[in-house]
């Protein structure tokens, strides 16, 4: 069993910036990819980012290109995020593949972040 816990998120005002952390923990040996997605009160989750497992490749959605970095360190994820606008207010979740499935079936409870305009 992987557990991924999220830290970071906050109040923040538009234009600002914040770094969301994620630590996992228990059979990390198991996971590859970790990510990003987001999600609204009445929308689906979106993805936001993922980087693979030695660090190298990185995938951004498209709305937070050019905006927001995700790097790894082993076990943990980053995600700082820069010039933020109000419509980055949701929960984000930290995401984890395992190499069992290859699917994002392993989730953080997520963190709520708020972007004041």
């Known amino acids: 069993q992987v557990q991924l816990v999220e830290s970071g998120g906050g109040l923040v005002q538009a234009g600002g910036s914040l770094r969301l952390s994620c630590a996992a923990s228990g059979r990390t040996f198991g996971i590859t990819t970790m990510g990003w997605f987001r999600q609204t009160p009445g929308k689906g989750r979106e993805f936001v980012a993922e980087?693979?497992?030695?660090?190298?490749t990185t995938n951004y959605g498209d709305s937070v290109k050019g905006r927001f970095t995700i790097s790894r360190d082993n076990a943990k994820v980053y995600l700082q995020m820069s010039s933020l606008k109000a419509e980055d207010t949701a929960t984000y979740y930290c995401?984890?593949?395992?190499?069992?499935?290859?699917?994002?079936?392993?989730w953080g409870q997520g963190t709520l972040v708020t972007v004041s305009s």
């Open positions: 980087i693979s497992r030695p660090g190298d």
């Open positions: 995401t984890a593949r395992s190499a069992r499935s290859g699917t994002f079936e392993i």
